[in-house]
């Protein structure tokens, strides 16, 4: 019998072989196509890893979208003027800043991050179409190309990278120091972990500060990816990211996380787009099979350990 | 043999069909002036200020046929949007490409996102289409991607878009697209039409960079202004969320309940804002013109009320000229540049026609019942 955590890697390897034989004639087993899936994944992989911190302490970060799309805008905008490397500590400032805000008011005022987040989503959505009047802004710096989003380290992309360091330190974060054991503590339950001495407030806020400086990074990551930036970039990534956090075996209220798993949620997602697409079918029916398909692997994956299936 | 030249007259002959005239004979339930045409202030030019090319003049010879044929390309569509009305351009271009026997091996909609529709293009890019029929989401952040499909040898026809930095030859076949201009005067010219050239309207604009719908709104907004000296544009409200538009209106009408006539710069969904914005105060007074076919637009022009003319543009030939358009790129052809597919305007009278120019089907059942058919 397979524990019900490992279900993600067996549906991964599931859909793997199942797009393998369906399309391996049209190109999906290619290494073009298996590192445009990683390239395409990297985004929405960097957001999963903040977003398991997020949801495995019972809090929710629904603004992630729109900072991505304020970070990029502010990243591209600032480097046209001052180079890459204040654009980058630019946009990095606009995650940091705006999580901040949110942990602020979750853990000092003692809102809901669902409304937090959702009001701020709203207002950075809204800063982002005001700050260069719907404007979409080209980034010309090949340095920043490069390291950000379009070069290669051999014939690995350099977005692969990001992923895996994200992944890393979100592994590290997570299971091997004091944070990762105290953020899945006040998700699990409040009360207690803070009657053993967790500081619950300052987990909470912690958790939307790296939420958000995640987005921010994804921004910046997409921004070199298309060279370029517009208000439009990652707005509607949240549902992707939650739901590839959530096949990976995190929970949706808390107590119980997977970084591994979220890697593996997010390659999911990607494969099948991207097989869907190669498959031929039409975009309205790549909307249901795409549904179809995560229904069967939400199934698999995210109920608790010791249902019965 | 005989079918394929068939076919090949089929594409030759649809190109050239005479355009649907739907200017006139306006009969519908509400008595309303007849549409006249007003001076034309303007005309639409292609990104690089390049003279219109109509669809009727593309053409491609049963010789040229054959060749396409014998080559057994492939294409892909990638769109911006999954919508009737790309539906319509796939589906004409899915005709032609039937008749230049190309396999139509992939299809994506980016739904806005230009990063998803790099991503998408990746994808397709892995099937390697000798054709690729597009409309950008974006021309600066998609540039980059379309450039990288070009230097794998891609024939790339684009839908109004074009990326910036392409250069057509190498980078792109031509740009097919609207008459915008035509679509923004139309709308100017109906709603004039609707309200007896005189008294206050209200002028729903698109509020975003977006080269199709920013020419259609000036368009009509110039030819309203300088050509109708009796109507006062006495709301200008920029429309930034498209689904955001009913309250938008809501506010608009409150402010101004005498209102004869409102412009929306499309249909579907701030048009339908607009409509069901105006119900929701009870009025029934307030003639509406909006852009592109809408079903509860039509419906609601069907049953006699508010909106009375829909501008639209021939999505089904603007996908068939795409589709022909590849075919020049194939077979090396110099295509026209930018090539425009006329607008028509369609009253409650023409619906039924209006349907099948436009989207090369009937309306809905509901329609077809509330015009008593």
């Known amino acids: ?309 | 043999m005989t079918r394929r030249f068939a076919g090949a007259a089929l594409v030759v002959v649809a190109l050239a069909l005479p355009q649907l005239s739907c200017e006139s004979d306006d009969t519908s339930v509400k008595s309303v002036t007849p549409i006249r045409s007003s001076k034309t202030l303007g005309t639409t030019h292609g990104p690089n200020g390049e003279p219109a090319t109509p669809t009727s003049a593309l053409d491609l010879t049963p010789t040229e046929i054959a060749k396409v044929r014998a080559g057994h390309y492939t294409a892909a569509f990638l769109w911006h949007e999954n919508a009737q009305w790309t539906t319509a351009v796939s589906n004409g271009a899915r005709d032609v490409f039937d008749d230049l026997g190309v396999d139509v091996i992939a299809e994506a909609s980016a739904n806005f996102d230009a990063a998803r529709q790099k991503a998408e293009l990746e994808t397709v890019e892995a099937r390697h289409p000798s054709a690729l029929l597009t409309l950008p989401v974006d021309p600066v952040v998609t540039a980059s991607a379309y450039k990288a499909a070009a230097r794998q040898g891609m024939k790339i026809v684009l839908l109004s878009i074009l990326p910036q930095g392409m250069k057509q030859g190498p980078d792109y076949v031509n740009v097919v697209t609207d008459d915008l201009f035509q679509m923004g005067k139309r709308a100017a010219d109906a709603l004039a039409a609707a309200v007896g050239d005189e008294g206050k309207i209200a002028y729903f604009f698109r509020d975003a960079n977006s080269y199709v719908t920013n020419q259609r709104d000036q368009a009509f907004l110039k030819t309203i202004t300088t050509n109708y000296p009796g109507i006062e544009v006495v709301a200008k409200q920029g429309i930034a969320d498209p689904t955001k538009a009913q309250e938008q209106a809501a506010a608009v009408v409150l402010k101004n309940p005498d209102l004869s006539g409102a412009y929306v710069t499309f249909s579907e969904p701030p048009g339908e804002g607009v409509l069901a914005a105006l119900r929701a105060a009870g009025n029934d007074e307030t003639k509406l013109v909006s852009l592109d076919i809408s079903d509860p637009m039509a419906l609601d022009m069907a049953k006699g009320g508010n909106t009375t003319a829909l501008v639209v543009d021939r999505a089904y030939e603007l996908g068939r000229a795409m589709a022909v358009s590849a075919g020049y790129g194939l077979l090396g052809k110099k295509a026209p540049a930018f090539v425009v597919a006329p607008a028509m305007t369609i009253t409650r009278s023409e619906l039924v026609q209006g349907y099948q120019a436009s989207l090369h089907r009937d309306p809905p059942t509901s329609v077809l019942k509330a015009l008593g058919q």
């Open chain 1, 1 to 309: 019998m397979i524990s019900r955590r490992y279900f993600v890697y067996v549906a991964f390897l599931a859909l793997l072989a199942f797009f393998a034989i369906t399309l391996h004639d049209d190109g999906f087993l290619s290494q073009t196509n298996l590192l445009n899936i990683v390239r395409q994944t990297t985004p929405v992989t960097v957001m999963a890893v903040a977003v398991v911190f997020v949801l495995s302490a019972g809090e929710i970060d629904l603004s992630l979208g729109a900072v991505v799309a304020l970070s990029a805008l502010v990243t591209a905008d600032v480097m046209q003027d001052h180079g890459a490397v204040l654009g980058v500590a630019a946009g990095l400032g606009v995650g940091m800043g705006v999580g901040a805000v949110n942990g602020g008011l979750v853990a000092v005022l003692r809102l809901p991050s669902f409304l937090v987040t959702l009001a701020s989503m709203g207002v950075v959505a809204g800063l982002a179409r005001t700050i260069t009047d719907l404007r979409s802004v080209a980034v010309e710096d090949r340095g920043f190309i490069d390291i950000f989003g379009s070069g290669d380290v051999g014939p690995v992309p350099g977005l692969a990278f990001w992923a895996l360091g994200a992944v890393a330190l979100g592994q590290f974060g997570f299971r091997h120091r004091r944070f990762g054991a105290h953020v899945l503590a006040v998700g699990d339950n409040r009360a207690a972990a803070r009657a053993t001495g967790i500081r619950v407030d300052r987990v909470k806020f912690a958790v939307l500060v790296i939420s958000g400086t995640a987005a921010a990074l994804a921004g910046i990551l997409y921004t070199g990816r298309v060279q370029g930036a517009s208000y439009t970039l990652g707005e509607q990534d949240l549902l992707t990211v939650i739901a590839a956090v959530v096949i990976g075996g995190t929970r949706l209220f808390g107590g119980q996380g997977s970084v591994i798993g979220a890697l593996v949620g997010s390659l999911i997602m990607g494969m099948l787009t991207n097989g869907l697409i190669l498959s031929g079918l039409s975009s309205s029916e790549q909307l249901v099979a795409q549904g179809l398909l995560l229904l069967l692997a939400i199934t698999l994956t995210a109920r608790p350990e010791g249902d019965p299936i």
